[in-house]
């Protein structure tokens, strides 16, 4: 059985940074795809960033371009996500997810519990 913890997350100002961590256990993950999801309080979920398993391709979502930077270590079977210049509006739970393929959001099968990401005005 697959598990995925997310850390990093905590309440930051505006412009701050954050660094997101996801271990994975009872498998290794090199060869899926894993990907940052958020969801915000009555919306739904969405992804911010997306990796590749082979060959380490990524994807950003348009909003987060620029700012986030999605990374993993396969020896450590831990994905990465640096966030930079955080916004308000990046106020969500942040989900880590592994599965088939970057896209979409159905071919993840396996999901974290989430860590809170608070940024303050």
């Known amino acids: 059985q697959v598990q995925l913890v997310e850390s990093g997350g905590g309440l930051v100002h505006a412009g701050g940074a954050l660094r997101l961590s996801c271990v994975a256990s009872?498998?290794?993950?090199?060869?899926?795809?894993m990907g940052w999801f958020r969801q915000a309080t009555g919306k739904e979920r969405e992804v911010v960033a997306a990796?590749?398993?082979?060959?380490?391709?990524?994807y950003y979502a348009d909003s987060v371009k620029g700012r986030f930077t999605i990374s993993r270590d396969n020896a450590k079977n831990t994905l990465y996500l640096e966030m930079s210049s955080l916004k308000p509006e990046g106020t969500a739970v942040y989900y880590c997810?592994?599965?088939?393929?970057?896209?979409?959001?159905?071919?993840?099968?396996?999901w974290g519990q989430g860590t809170q990401v608070t940024v303050s005005t």
């Open positions: 009872g498998r290794s993950l090199s060869g899926y795809a």
């Open positions: 997810a592994a599965g088939e393929a970057v896209a979409p959001l159905s071919a993840y099968d396996y």
């Open positions: 990796i590749s398993g082979i060959g380490g391709g990524s």
